[in-house]
């Protein structure tokens, strides 16, 4: 009988590729956080360049996976947060791209054909302005950080709320 679930928390990006590296960002600042506030037993807080084998070793086995990504938008809105949940088996698809070359749906697509995506599956995509080499988020992007480390806490809570309520 398991005791608690496993929630997996994901970085994706590259921190050298300035707006890239938002998803690095926001686990920076919930590892900040976790310090004073522990975060609910059993999560992982994980970066990840966004390869899919290797995000999909991050969240295979957890019942919750949160991804934070950055993304590239046509017109775009830098730091606008796109949320979207894996529903019956389908991730909705925003007018946005990943900033990596195989992206997040194709790792989602790949995991579906192996049997292991995770339980319930949250993408937060952050709309991007620089992508160029470098480190540092733009001003919208970094403005951005702050409330998206509280939205995903929050996405914590509510899934640690509704786990409680059901049968072990």
Same mark, same amino acid.
């Given at each position: 009988? #398991?005791?608690?679930?496993r +929630?997996?928390? +994901?970085?994706?990006?590259?921190?050298?590729?300035?707006?890239?590296?938002?998803?690095?960002?926001v686990?920076a600042?919930?590892?900040? #956080?976790?310090?004073q506030?522990?975060?609910?037993?059993?999560?992982?807080?994980a970066?990840?360049?966004?390869?899919? $084998?290797r995000? +999909?070793?991050?969240w295979?086995g957890?019942?919750?996976?949160v991804?934070v990504?950055?993304a590239?938008?046509?017109p775009?809105?830098?730091?606008?947060?796109?949320r979207?949940?894996?529903?019956?088996g389908l *991730?909705?698809?925003?007018q !946005? !791209?990943?900033?990596?070359? *195989?992206?997040?749906g194709?790792?989602?697509?790949?995991? #579906?054909?192996?049997?292991?995506?995770?339980?319930?599956l949250?993408v937060?995509?952050v709309?991007?302005?620089?992508?160029?080499?470098? !480190? $540092?988020l733009?001003?919208?992007?970094?403005?951005?950080?702050?409330?998206?480390?509280r939205a995903?806490?929050?996405?914590l809570?509510?899934?640690?709320?509704?786990?409680a309520?059901?049968?072990?």
């Amino acid at each position: 009988m #398991r005791t608690r679930a496993r +929630i997996a928390v +994901i970085g994706v990006g590259n921190e050298f590729r300035r707006d890239d590296g938002v998803g690095w960002a926001v686990l920076a600042r919930l590892r900040e #956080r976790a310090a004073q506030r522990p975060l609910p037993p059993g999560t992982v807080l994980a970066t990840c360049d966004g390869e899919p $084998g290797r995000l +999909i070793g991050l969240w295979e086995g957890a019942d919750l996976a949160v991804v934070v990504d950055a993304a590239h938008a046509h017109p775009g809105v830098p730091g606008r947060v796109h949320r979207l949940e894996l529903a019956g088996g389908l *991730l909705a698809q925003p007018q !946005t !791209t990943s900033s990596h070359g *195989l992206g997040l749906g194709e790792a989602v697509e790949l995991a #579906r054909a192996l049997g292991v995506l995770p339980a319930h599956l949250v993408v937060y995509a952050v709309e991007g302005a620089e992508s160029a080499l470098g !480190t $540092g988020l733009s001003p919208a992007v970094e403005d951005a950080v702050e409330p998206l480390g509280r939205a995903v806490e929050s996405e914590l809570d509510r899934y640690r709320k509704t786990a409680a309520g059901r049968p072990a």
